[in-house]
Nanobody, 112 residues
């Protein structure tokens, strides 16, 4: 099994930046895709971005040009650099691996 621990959330003003991290442990030798999803209050969880072990990246249209996903395979960690944050980015952000295991989430709040 894989365990995921997210960190880096917080409260920031609109236009600000945050960097999320997600460290994987456990049965990590087979991880291919690492990604981020988010869930705002009263809404369904939605895709944000993901990156494959080989470096292929996909972003949701809503974050293109503002968020950057990266990973350090040696550290089994995926990052999400979030710039130009908007109030609508407020959500709990969840890490996911191989479209299966989820982290517990980290809160991101953006004030206007």
């Amino acid at each position: 099994q894989v365990q995921l621990v997210e960190s880096g959330g917080g409260l920031v003003q609109a236009g600000g930046s945050l960097r999320l991290s997600c460290a994987a442990s456990g049965s990590i030798f087979s991880i291919n895709v690492m990604g981020w999803y988010r869930q705002a209050p009263g809404k369904q969880r939605e895709f944000v971005a993901h990156i494959s072990r080989g470096g292929s990246i996909i972003y949701a249209d809503s974050v293109k040009g503002r968020f950057t996903i990266s990973r350090d395979n040696a550290k089994n960690t995926v990052y999400l650099q979030m710039n130009s944050l908007k109030p609508e980015d407020t959500a709990v952000y969840y890490c996911n691996v191989d479209f299966g295991t989820w982290g517990r989430g980290t809160q991101v709040s953006v004030s206007s």
